[in-house]
């Protein structure tokens, strides 16, 4: 279950470098069809901001929960794994007792062989299980985390005429920018405003 660990410090990545990519193409048709704000545009120069990824995904509330509880989760369903293993060693190691001690015959032998083989089994398809239903709700809070934060940026796209909003952080490709161009703390207030959790449900029970 380390895996998954590995995989939730980058939740944003992606879906944000999208998010952004989706709002740039959006202004760019927008200035098109508008003969006004292209004339505006081409004496004044474009109207760029842009927005700090680290921050929002540490600023804003209800995804802070959602990844402290999808971690919750990645630890739940590793004791619960790591428990089940210990007890099937347990058991091996009693019959591996049994046999050195001349109390069982090869046809008992094999049968108990298979019986722990299968119940191996059993525990590596509950991993696997519990690993797949963890990154269908990471996959979940991903997406609805980009749902939200392109209707905020594209309702401030609108509203204040912005050319192009840039993401700072990530994979993006803005080193750094002047602060008078930063808009994450408008952007989080908005994200903020209403603390819905993203989750019906949590992932492991």
């Known amino acids: 279950m380390n895996m998954?660990?590995?995989?939730?410090?980058?939740?944003?990545?992606?879906?944000?470098?999208?998010?952004f990519f989706s709002c740039q193409q959006g202004g760019e048709s927008a200035g098109a069809a508008s003969g006004a704000t292209a004339a505006a545009a081409a004496a004044t120069g474009p109207s760029i901001v842009y927005v700090r990824l680290d921050?929002?995904?540490?600023?804003?509330?209800?995804?802070a929960?959602?990844?402290e509880?999808?971690?919750?989760?990645?630890?739940?369903?590793?004791?619960?794994?790591?428990?089940?293993?210990?007890?099937?060693?347990?058991?091996?190691q009693r019959m591996q007792n049994r046999v050195q001690q001349g109390l069982m015959t090869p046809k008992n032998i094999q049968a108990?062989?298979?019986?722990?083989?299968?119940?191996?089994?059993?525990?590596?398809?509950?991993?696997?299980?519990?690993?797949?239903?963890?990154?269908?709700?990471?996959?979940r809070v991903?997406?609805?985390?980009?749902?939200?934060?392109?209707?905020i940026l594209e309702d401030l796209q609108e509203t204040k005429g912005y050319d192009y909003i840039f993401s700072e952080g990530?994979?993006?490709?803005?080193l750094m920018g002047k602060d008078a161009f930063d808009i994450t703390n408008?952007?989080?207030?908005r994200l903020n405003a209403t603390e819905e959790p993203m989750m019906a449900k949590d992932s492991v029970q």
Not at 4 to 19: C, E, S, Y
Not at 55 to 63: D, M, P, R
Not at 112 to 139: P, T, V
Not at 142 to 151: C, M
Request: overall charge negative.
């Open 4 to 19: 998954v660990t590995r995989i939730l410090p980058n939740l944003l990545l992606v879906a944000t470098a999208l998010v």
């Open 55 to 63: 921050s929002l995904q540490a600023g804003y509330g209800v995804l």
């Open 65 to 67: 929960t959602e990844l």
């Open 69 to 92: 509880r999808l971690q919750e989760n990645v630890q739940k369903a590793d004791q619960n794994i790591q428990a089940k293993m210990t007890a099937l060693q347990k058991e091996a």
């Open 112 to 139: 108990e062989q298979q019986r722990l083989g299968r119940q191996e089994q059993e525990i590596m398809q509950q991993r696997d299980l519990a690993l797949a239903s963890i990154q269908e709700d990471q996959m």
């Open 142 to 151: 991903q997406q609805q985390f980009g749902e939200r934060l392109k209707a």
């Open 170 to 174: 990530g994979a993006s490709g803005l």
């Open 186 to 189: 408008e952007v989080l207030e």
